[in-house]
């Protein structure tokens, strides 16, 4: 079976985001089947090739994947405008692939929607097999944040949405909530499949070697955010929780923001304006270099803006990270993850908005080490009880075969 598959935001481990992709690709290649990745370029991450760039793109093999690499350089710092520009130009070039490029099924993942385009495209003018994969609710998520407000635009975007859905012989979601918004939009059951994030279990073992970044004592209690300091992420909540802390003296517990994002400098003046010595900020690492962040952290924070469209819609790598890791989680929302944290006893479930909720499980983390290596060790066995990213893989890629045309197979 040869796979097109189209993620615009494609990253190996030597880059710094999620891998997801990544794990899939390699996974077909295992299973004998070939896989032509159609991505673009953005701040921080690695798609493996490093040649100049011909024409606009640049193609090369990395570890059995063919990788389509298009120059069209993302960054979450771009404005709205500079964005969608690099998502359609993504999305009108890899029209071109599935019109020309050799395959037997197209695959593309969200974000962006425009994702969507190309397999559309291979379904109804080449007849191609399309499994589309949902990581976020759209238009949903953009409206309920207020980030886009146009009714034209939320009513193209509902289209393109309805369009993509439609097209494909196989929707995946990464959760409850993105399943169920899929089958709202009337899409048969039969058709839909859910497979959420995984861990990487080999990536986040013992071996790494663990590292605290400058200003965290070995003594200190470290809770680490490690993501996207975007509008979604609602990181003005940790800071509230370090005035909280800082408030009540407890020098002894440490909170590093690790990564990027368009609010990163904004969050950074926040810190030096109010003195917030307890907060630390890293610049994103790759995941061998996170690994070993991880191995010193004592908890994992989710934190997400308290919008509702977040409670069930969303399907973060961090997480997964997180308990791969066999961290304990501190979760500032409602949904579908605080639901799992409280059943499996694995961290903490906090309300959204609350500073002194937020602080208090910080302290109480820092004052019963004990109970919070408990709370890792039945984190980690989550991880490879439910979200083995081997596992995932499987089913993932069985939804793949059911599509493929006989005759099609490794």
């Not at 896989?35 to 990395?62: E, I, K, N």
């Not at 200003?215 to 909540?237: C, E, K, R, W």
Request: aromatic residues 10%.
């Amino acid at each position: 079976m040869k796979v097109l598959y189209f993620h615009q935001h494609f990253v190996t481990p030597r880059g710094t985001g999620g891998i997801r992709s990544y794990a899939m690709a390699r996974r077909l290649v295992a299973a004998g089947h070939s896989v032509t990745m159609v991505c673009g370029s953005f701040a921080g991450g690695h798609t493996g090739l490093d040649t100049a760039f011909q024409r606009g793109m640049r193609r090369g093999v990395v570890e059995g994947i063919d990788v389509i690499e298009l120059d069209l350089a993302y960054s979450n710092s771009d404005g709205f405008i500079k964005r969608t520009a690099t998502f359609l130009k993504f999305a009108l070039r890899s029209i071109s692939f599935a019109l020309t490029e050799p395959y037997d099924v197209i695959f593309a993942t969200t974000t962006p929607l425009t994702a969507g385009l190309p397999g559309i495209f291979a379904r109804w003018l080449r007849s191609k097999p399309f499994v589309f994969e949902v990581r976020d609710l759209w238009p949903e998520l953009p409206r309920a944040m207020g980030v886009i407000r146009n009714p034209a635009i939320l009513w193209a975007m509902g289209v393109l949405e309805w369009t993509s859905y439609r097209s494909a012989h196989r929707v995946i979601g990464l959760s409850p909530g993105i399943v169920e918004g899929i089958a709202h939009r009337r899409v048969p059951e039969e058709r839909i499949a859910m497979v959420p994030n995984g861990c990487d279990l080999s990536i986040f073992d013992s071996s790494a070697e663990p590292w605290r970044p400058l200003g965290v004592q070995p003594s200190d209690l470290m809770a680490v955010f490690a993501g996207t300091h975007g509008m979604a992420n609602g990181l003005d909540a940790v800071l509230d929780a370090a005035v909280e802390l800082k408030r009540r003296g407890r020098a002894d517990i440490k909170i590093v923001l690790i990564g990027q994002g368009k609010l990163k400098p904004a969050l950074e003046a926040r810190a030096r304006q109010e003195q917030l010595d307890n907060v630390v900020f890293h610049a994103a690492v790759n995941k061998g270099k996170l690994a070993g962040l991880m191995a010193s952290t004592d908890v994992g924070l989710q934190v997400l803006a308290n919008v509702p469209a977040f409670y069930f819609g969303t399907s973060p790598n961090k997480f997964f990270d997180y308990i791969a890791a066999g961290l304990p989680v501190l979760n500032n929302y409602p949904g579908w993850l605080a639901e799992m944290i409280a059943t499996e006893d694995c961290g903490f479930a906090v309300p959204p908005d609350d500073a002194s909720a937020f602080a208090d499980a910080l302290e109480r983390a820092a004052d019963d080490r004990d109970t919070l290596k408990a709370m890792g060790q039945r984190a980690r066995a989550l991880a490879e009880r439910d979200f083995d990213r081997a596992k995932l893989a499987d089913l993932w890629l069985q939804t793949l075969e059911s599509v493929a045309p006989a005759g099609s197979g490794a």
